[in-house]
């Protein structure tokens, strides 16, 4: 990540730990999660888990007991990047969550549940999977994106510290949040089913295509009864 200037203290750290820390290096690194950076609103550590490969090779996976097709990505690995940043699971103000494509699916209920956390640890999951006492003894939750595997957890991780950073007090504008989709009121968590009306700019006509008249008029109320309408 790029270097900060800024040194007071941070909302939230998030700390990601993956196999491919390059992968992280461009969309960290812009628009609003820089940004976020920068206003030291969140403190984003990369950790390479490679580092805690065992061997000269740093091995991190192994064949799984009993047979089976691919390789499995060690605990005693996962372990021993957990103590390097000191992260344990069932501590309060903290959570461990664990990119999984038979997890909990993220929704932006869990995302303001993770916003308000002091700390968020998220271990990119591997498509051949983890040795399972990982998810007995290292982690609070899995979680995933949707009903579709990826190959590594890497971009899910992504798509979670961007919903949960944009979510900090101060990130974006409030009024954005309240407006934009999924959110019916950025006040409360019962945010899930609202939608978004659709936005027009200028020019008023291209192509044919013509922007609705009513939103030409200066009409606030026939305009919010538009837009309510059409949600």
């Known amino acids: 990540m790029k270097t900060l200037k800024i040194s007071k203290a941070y ?9 491919f820390p390059k ?41 799984p007991y009993g047979g089976g097709a691919g390789m499995i ?9 957990l103590k390097s940043i000191k992260a344990k699971p069932k501590i309060k103000g ?3 969550v664990m990119t999984d494509a038979g997890g909990e699916i993220f929704t932006q209920k869990k995302a303001y549940e ?19 006492r990982v998810h007995e003894n290292l982690i609070d939750d899995t979680t995933s994106i949707g ?3 990826l190959t590594g957890g890497e971009i899910p991780a992504m ?7 944009r979510l900090i007090p101060n990130v974006i504008k409030p009024k954005s949040l309240e407006e934009e989709s999924h959110n019916i009121n950025v006040g409360s968590h019962s945010n899930i089913d609202g939608g978004e009306y659709p936005q027009y700019t200028r020019p008023p006509l291209y192509n044919g295509w013509q922007v609705p008249e009513v939103l030409l008029t200066g ?9 309510d309408k059409t949600k």
Request: overall charge neutral.
């Open 11 to 19: 909302p939230l750290r998030i700390d990601i730990i993956t196999l």
């Open 23 to 63: 992968m992280f290096a461009g969309p960290m690194n812009e628009s609003i999660m820089w940004r976020a950076q920068d206003k030291k609103f969140i403190d984003l550590n990369i950790v390479d888990l490679r580092q805690f490969g065992i061997t000269e090779r740093r091995t991190v996976d192994d064949r």
């Open 73 to 81: 990505l060690r605990v005693d690995v996962i372990d021993n990047a």
């Open 94 to 96: 903290q959570k461990i």
């Open 114 to 132: 993770y916003s308000e956390l002091e700390r968020l640890v998220i271990i990119c999951g591997h498509y051949e999977g983890i040795d399972h």
């Open 147 to 149: 009903n579709y595997v």
């Open 159 to 165: 798509v979670i510290a961007d919903a949960v950073t």
């Open 219 to 227: 009409n606030h109320g026939k305009i919010k009864k538009w837009r």
